[in-house]
């Protein structure tokens, strides 16, 4: 949990200046707060990190995701290319929107294949929800050549990828709409919230309005303000805003520590036979979130999160069996259980999900182990959880610890 390692004075600070209007909310009360905006000085600082024209602090990074589909135009019976290996909110957005979600399978790179969404597309294919899984980004070149030929829309999931680059882009600014998270365990926290971020005017006032049950912010009587369209509260407080002023004021710090940790323990492993790592095409652009770890098989990759975790290696991610991130354990995404009047239920499901074939998301996910890197290790206790981990593989793998 890198972002609240180095909780301190500055995130107590923004949090002091909030309380001290009494101001919570977002909107209004001018007379009161002070000019003090924590969510608008959150959003122009990811606009200046990421070079987002636009941005939209809200709830959670789910409701980001929600936000960057209804200002692209998702709707009613749009069919949206989805990977099996994500935060389950991808999903759930999708459905929610009154889309349909398509899956296609993942390469090495954790991330959605190009052939496999191309053979995944149909005549109602709308969008690519595209999701930057744990830390670095997509094989984005040919993604956006694929969205080009196909005039499809791209929407970009970047909730574990804030920090992540592409080629000196940041991630979330290759679609039409993108989204961050901030939750408690992301790279930069503000507890709960989210950042929608896009280039185009035109969807970030549909995002603005969207998010705020349809207001259009136009006037300075709140009360009396128009509702172009049907939205929904996906406000963020200036609380959990405030510890995101503080957050991303130390984003670059936190990325550079993670950067040199995963190194280490890069360092610590990456000689032991039959081990390989995550593929990324562009490294550089990495945000040093996680290390992950290709084992030669499931049956090795389960042994060695056996080994590692007896052994006190911390942050040991088995995405396999995990029952919010890989498609194996949504059982109630298979069976459409839902109380909402879901599309899908109208429309019908545009696959079997009971009987996907996935080989790509079952052979890597199978094989991958995560370990979460911290940004607050010194180097010394780095290279002690890298001798751990060489031990835990080496008892594994072979090769000697």
Same mark, same amino acid.
């Given at each position: 949990?890198? @972002?609240?390692?180095?909780?301190?004075?500055?995130?107590?600070?923004?949090?002091? /200046?909030?309380?001290?209007?009494?101001?919570?909310?977002?909107?209004?009360?001018?007379?009161?707060?002070?000019?003090?905006?924590?969510?608008?000085?959150?959003?122009?600082?990811?606009?200046?990190? !990421?070079?987002?024209?636009?941005?939209?602090?809200?709830?959670?990074?789910?409701?980001?995701?929600?936000?960057?589909?209804?200002?692209?135009?998702?709707?009613?019976?749009?069919?949206?290319?989805?990977? *099996? %290996?994500?935060?389950?909110?991808?999903?759930?957005?999708?459905?929610?929107?009154?889309?349909?979600?398509? $899956?296609?399978?993942?390469?090495?790179?954790?991330?959605?294949?190009?052939?496999?969404?191309?053979?995944?597309?149909? *005549?109602?294919?709308?969008?690519?929800?595209?999701?930057?899984?744990?830390?670095?980004?997509?094989?984005?070149?040919?993604?956006?050549?694929?969205?080009?030929?196909?005039?499809?829309?791209?929407?970009?999931?970047?909730?574990?990828?804030? @920090?992540?680059?592409?080629?000196?882009?940041?991630?979330?600014? $290759?679609?039409?709409?993108?989204?961050?998270?901030?939750? %408690?365990?992301?790279?930069? !926290?503000?507890?709960?919230?989210?950042? %929608?971020?896009?280039?185009?005017?035109?969807?970030?006032?549909?995002?603005?309005?969207?998010?705020?049950?349809?207001?259009?912010?136009?006037?300075?009587?709140?009360?009396?303000?128009?509702?172009?369209?049907?939205? %929904?509260?996906?406000?963020?407080? /200036?609380?959990?805003?405030?510890?995101?002023?503080?957050?991303?004021?130390?984003?670059?710090?936190?990325?550079?520590?993670?950067?040199?940790?995963?190194?280490?323990?890069?360092?610590?492993?990456?000689?032991?036979?039959?081990?390989?790592?995550?593929?990324?095409?562009?490294?550089?652009?990495?945000?040093?979130?996680?290390?992950?770890?290709?084992?030669?098989?499931? /049956?090795?990759?389960?042994?060695?999160?056996?080994?590692?975790?007896?052994?006190?290696?911390?942050?040991?991610?088995?995405?396999?069996?995990?029952?919010?991130?890989?498609?194996?354990?949504?059982?109630?995404?298979?069976?459409?259980?839902?109380?909402? *009047?879901?599309?899908?239920?109208?429309?019908?499901?545009?696959?079997?999900?009971?009987?996907? /074939?996935?080989?790509?998301?079952?052979?890597?996910?199978?094989?991958?182990?995560?370990?979460?890197?911290?940004?607050?290790?010194?180097?010394?206790?780095?290279?002690?959880? @890298?001798?751990?981990?060489?031990?835990?593989?080496?008892?594994?793998?072979?090769?000697?610890?």
């Amino acid at each position: 949990m890198p @972002g609240t390692e180095l909780f301190g004075d500055e995130e107590r600070r923004e949090v002091m /200046e909030v309380l001290e209007t009494g101001i919570l909310f977002r909107y209004g009360h001018e007379d009161r707060r002070m000019d003090r905006w924590k969510a608008r000085e959150m959003e122009s600082l990811v606009c200046d990190y !990421t070079g987002a024209g636009h941005a939209l602090a809200v709830s959670s990074g789910s409701t980001a995701v929600a936000c960057a589909l209804a200002a692209a135009g998702i709707g009613y019976g749009d069919e949206v290319i989805v990977p *099996p %290996f994500t935060y389950l909110a991808t999903i759930e957005a999708v459905l929610l929107a009154g889309g349909l979600p398509v $899956f296609a399978d993942i390469d090495d790179t954790l991330c959605l294949d190009a052939a496999s969404v191309r053979a995944a597309l149909t *005549p109602n294919t709308k969008a690519i929800l595209l999701v930057h899984m744990c830390g670095a980004a997509a094989d984005m070149d040919p993604l956006l050549e694929l969205c080009r030929d196909r005039d499809l829309v791209l929407v970009e999931d970047a909730g574990q990828a804030l @920090g992540a680059w592409y080629h000196g882009r940041s991630v979330g600014r $290759f679609g039409l709409t993108g989204a961050f998270s901030f939750d %408690f365990f992301k790279i930069t !926290t503000a507890g709960e919230g989210g950042v %929608f971020v896009t280039d185009d005017e035109s969807r970030y006032r549909l995002a603005d309005s969207y998010a705020d049950h349809g207001h259009d912010h136009v006037g300075d009587n709140r009360g009396m303000e128009e509702h172009p369209i049907v939205g %929904f509260n996906y406000r963020i407080s /200036e609380l959990h805003a405030a510890v995101g002023v503080a957050q991303m004021r130390k984003l670059e710090r936190i990325r550079s520590a993670k950067r040199a940790n995963k190194a280490r323990l890069r360092d610590a492993v990456e000689d032991l036979p039959g081990l390989d790592f995550r593929r990324m095409p562009d490294p550089e652009g990495d945000s040093g979130t996680f290390l992950n770890l290709l084992l030669p098989d499931s /049956e090795s990759a389960e042994a060695a999160v056996a080994s590692m975790r007896a052994a006190g290696v911390p942050g040991v991610n088995y995405w396999f069996t995990n029952m919010y991130h890989f498609i194996n354990q949504w059982d109630h995404v298979k069976n459409l259980d839902a109380a909402a *009047p879901l599309a899908i239920h109208s429309l019908g499901s545009p696959q079997d999900y009971r009987a996907l /074939e996935l080989p790509g998301a079952q052979e890597v996910i199978g094989r991958l182990v995560s370990i979460g890197v911290g940004c607050s290790w010194e180097p010394e206790n780095t290279d002690r959880i @890298g001798e751990s981990l060489r031990e835990s593989l080496a008892s594994v793998l072979g090769g000697g610890a």
